[in-house]
């Protein structure tokens, strides 16, 4: 079992509000990554992080920010979240070597109103 | 650049059908390849995995080779369970694209009882 964790699981907000989605890992790993999935399942790369301080963005242009202050936290925000925005969030980690398997959350399902 | 192509879904099967997932890959280098199974309402998890020419990765009865001559990683199941109804992904890692893991666009089977 994977030890990485998002919270909140579903979360329903206005147009206009700010949110925060948070991603943990317990497992030590310097790479971790978010993924938007569109109901046709692909996944989109939005940003990624090679360890702390070290954040870029990703394959699919995103509004949304990141930032890597611990090695084990890995928050996405949205300023200002617009109904364009509703989608699910994946984070994942994996480990510094390039061959590695990526371990996932269970994911965020954002729906903004 | 690197890319992985699998086979378009979705795909429905009766209960003890075989199963075979297409997919095939495009990579600079000598990458480890990936299926990943991603099950309604979770994130995505690792079945099996393969990193170098000719291993084959196996697990819950699942089984793929990866044959450098074909550039191809098929996902296959002699017989499937309702259990198995799921989104599964191809991937690849370690290649031209760096750290990055590439996904394939996923692929939807049904099992029915």
């Known amino acids: 079992e994977a030890d990485i964790y998002q919270t909140p699981r579903y979360l329903v907000i206005g147009t206009g509000k700010k949110i925060t989605l948070e991603c943990s890992q317990t497992?030590?790993?310097?790479?971790m990554y978010w993924y938007q999935q569109d109901p046709g399942m692909e996944l989109h790369l939005i940003h990624y992080?090679?360890?702390?301080?070290?954040?870029e963005k990703g394959d699919l242009s995103s509004e949304s920010t990141v930032s890597r202050i611990r090695t084990e936290h890995f928050p996405l925000t949205l300023e200002s979240a617009r109904p364009s925005h509703t989608s699910q969030y994946l984070c994942?980690?994996?480990?510094?070597?390039?061959?590695?398997?990526?371990?996932f959350g269970q994911g965020t399902r954002l729906t903004v109103v | 650049g690197d890319s992985v192509t699998q086979m378009e879904g979705p795909v429905t099967l009766s209960e003890e059908a075989f199963l075979t997932i297409n997919c095939t890959y495009t990579?600079?280098?000598?990458?480890?390849l990936f299926w990943y199974v991603q099950y309604p309402g979770e994130g995505l998890q690792l079945l099996l995995k393969?990193?170098?020419?000719?291993d084959k990765g196996s697990n819950k009865g699942f089984e793929a080779t990866y044959r450098k001559e074909t550039t191809s990683f098929h996902l296959e199941k002699g017989s499937v369970q309702v259990s198995d109804s799921a989104v599964y992904f191809c991937?690849?890692?370690?290649?031209?694209?760096?750290?990055?893991?590439?996904f394939g666009a996923g692929t939807r089977l049904f099992v029915k009882a």
């Open positions: 991937a690849l890692s370690g290649s031209g694209g760096g750290f990055k893991t590439i």
């Open positions: 992080s090679y360890g702390v301080n070290s954040t």
């Open positions: 497992m030590g790993h310097d790479k």
């Open positions: 393969a990193t170098k020419a000719d």
């Open positions: 990579a600079t280098g000598y990458p480890s």
């Open positions: 994942a980690s994996s480990e510094r070597f390039m061959n590695t398997e990526a371990f």
